[in-house]
């Protein structure tokens, strides 16, 4: 589906960078993430993860795997995790073991909505055929897991990713920022709040599987530009309430009560709005007078009109992929973008 993001005009296009690892250890903020923006690019500079090894540890343990490749700076040999503890040294290994395994679950979205430098042309998989099957018949390929190549001089590429235009993306375990509140760029803020506003309809989910994430992103597509927009337009009032250096993970809470207080209540109020609006079609459609009995020709007992209005209600707020929200003229039409989420999530 990834013809769906080249239709889009360039201005319309957002691309988000993982600034808080190798891998998006949150379920729901993958989720999120692959909702909303076009590409996320995730960075694979070995020097986060000796960065993580010094301030945080694994509990359970992980063999070290041989599909994992560490590219030296130049042509240094140097082990680049000699320098580390022994317990460090651990986590460095059942980290990167941690990101083989996020990256073979989710291979789908590589290439598609992820971007990195781990694999050839972001193929974790490598399919080889191994016999052609007769007609009718199914093909045998001999699949394997392609070598994940991690470096210390990466860190260049992450800097150009980011003064492209990218929007930084932080997860619970960053290790350093060097940004200011009053400093952030408009399209942080923006991407900030937008994934905020969409974990107010999601459900309280653990994982999407890929598939689901792809079909979703599919049906949304016209939706997700205005939903931007409406972002964008929200992000400078939000800006002006933030005090002047304040940290990423102030921001982060000052972010769910800008939502809470200016986002929630419009989302309200719009799905109020169509709930009478389709009432009062159904009612256009039947006898004005609620006390007729509508008799079904199915052999069911004949229904009020009350019943009749409730029922159509119940049909069209149900999950149909054909049946999105349509976009209203109201000034805040980009946020039908969360209601069509919620019906295609839940």
């Known amino acids: ?25 949150n379920p729901r903020l993958l989720t999120v993430m692959c909702l909303l923006f076009d590409q996320v690019y995730l960075p694979n500079h070995l020097e986060y993860v000796i960065e993580f090894s010094k ?40 980290y990167l073991q941690a990101v083989m395994k996020f990256s073979i679950h989710h291979y789908k979205l590589f290439g598609e909505i992820i971007k990195s430098d781990f694999f050839p042309d972001d193929e974790v998989l ?61 399209k942080f803020l923006t991407s900030l709040l937008a994934m905020k506003s969409i974990d107010l309809v999601l459900p309280p989910i653990k994982s999407v599987e890929p598939e689901i994430i792809l ?76 006390k007729d009995k509508i008799h079904l020709s199915i052999g069911n007992p004949g229904s009020t009109q009350l019943e009749l209005i409730k029922a159509g209600i119940s049909l069209e707020t149900g999950m149909d992929y054909h049946n999105v929200i349509p976009r209203s003229n109201a000034d805040h039409s980009g946020l039908t973008f969360l209601l069509n989420l919620s019906q295609l999530v839940n």
């Open 55 to 94: 301030k945080y540890k694994f509990i359970d343990s992980r063999d070290f795997n041989d599909k994992i490749v560490i590219e030296p700076m130049h042509d240094d040999t140097t082990d680049p995790f000699a320098h580390l503890s022994t317990t460090q040294r651990n986590t460095a290994n059942q």
């Open 215 to 290: 079909q979703a992103r599919y049906n949304l597509r016209e939706y997700l530009p205005l939903f931007w927009a409406e972002m964008l337009r929200f992000s400078q009032k939000f800006k002006h309430s933030l005090t002047p250096g304040t940290s990423i993970d102030d921001v982060i809470i000052e972010s769910n009560d800008f939502v809470d207080v200016h986002i929630r209540p419009i989302i309200i109020e719009i799905n109020h709005k169509m709930v009478k609006d389709r009432e009062t079609r159904f009612k256009n459609l039947i006898s004005p007078n609620p």
């Open 126 to 186: 490598k399919a080889e055929l191994v016999k052609k099957g007769a007609p009718g018949e199914k093909n045998t390929y001999n699949v394997s897991v392609n070598s994940m190549t991690v470096t210390l001089e990466n860190q260049e590429r992450t800097t150009n990713i980011l003064e492209s235009g990218a929007i930084p993306i932080f997860g619970k375990h960053h290790i350093r920022q060097q940004m200011q509140a009053d400093k952030y760029p408009s």
């Open 1 to 25: 589906m990834d013809q769906i993001n080249n239709v889009k005009p360039q201005f319309a296009k957002f691309t988000g960078i993982y600034m808080s690892g190798f891998y998006i250890n």
